[in-house]
């Protein structure tokens, strides 16, 4: 009778429940490892660096999910709104359609390459298999972000107690270790004074010697739109004849052919003084 009964009593089995957290992992985890090959195998740099914001923002919504604001406010802030904003102006800087070279610098890039690719790759398939198996069992078991806030009310309070109390001297290590990149790389961009800097007087007189040899303008050059109908970059000035004063052109404009046609600016001046002009004769003939 009890076999009987245990065999006709539905069994209960424990079904984990699918959370926001689990949905937002695997939809943007393979959004984030193609935005990562695109990355790297994309040949402009600003592609790149496409594919890397797509990457930040889905690490942010990431931290979101997993009840990390501060990691969440952090990532969109500084990494995404600052530091990828910094690597775009120094792209256009350097040139939108330039192409990254295929060419070897460095003796022995591409094996120093792989072999760091391999050591990352395993060092994160160790972390993982033992966050999987080891960290599920005894003291080092996974407890949540939930649990781990609990202790100090919030993510942003619990971050700090660990920062300023338990990774102290790796925080101030990381922060010395920045500040002495920074101060590299400032000395190794810092290109040598190849002429000595002319002060005032200099330039005043090498500008005369320029008048007196050359012929070259004495005075400042005229702004675009000086004695013409429009103040825009590409209008160029219009000297009292209605000629184009060249030195107001801007030499990218024009190679460019982006310079407003100097008859097309003083079209409308020319047209009301042939008006007045005729109407002048208009009136002498009438008078004789």
Known sequence: MNTLTMALTPCTVAVPMVTASHWAFWTLAPIMVLAALGMVVARKPVHSA???????????????????????????????????????????LVGVDTSESLADTLRSH??????????????????????????NIG??????????????????????????????????????LLITAALGTMVLAHGERLHRKKGQPERMSDRMDAYLNDGA???????????????????????PDGTVAQASVSEALASRGGIIDAGELKAPTASAFATISASRREVEGELE
């Open 50 to 92: 496409l594919f890397l914001a797509v990457i930040m923002i889905s690490l942010a919504v990431q931290y979101a999910s997993m009840q990390a604001p501060f990691l969440f406010v952090v990532q969109i802030i500084v990494y995404t709104g600052a530091i990828l904003m910094l690597f775009l102006f120094v792209v256009m």
């Open 139 to 176: 003291t080092d078991a996974a407890v949540g972000l939930e649990k781990a806030n609990a202790a100090h009310g919030d993510n942003v309070h619990s971050l700090a107690v660990l920062i300023f109390t338990q990774y102290v001297i790796p925080f101030e290590a990381t922060s010395a």
């Open 217 to 239: 303008q004495l005075a400042s050059h005229p702004a675009p739109g000086v004695y013409a109908r429009s103040n825009e970059i590409g209008a160029p000035a219009l000297l």
């Open 110 to 135: 591409r094996v120093a390459s792989t072999i760091a690719a391999i050591g990352i790759g395993a060092m994160l398939v160790v972390a993982v298999g033992h966050a999987v198996t080891v960290g």
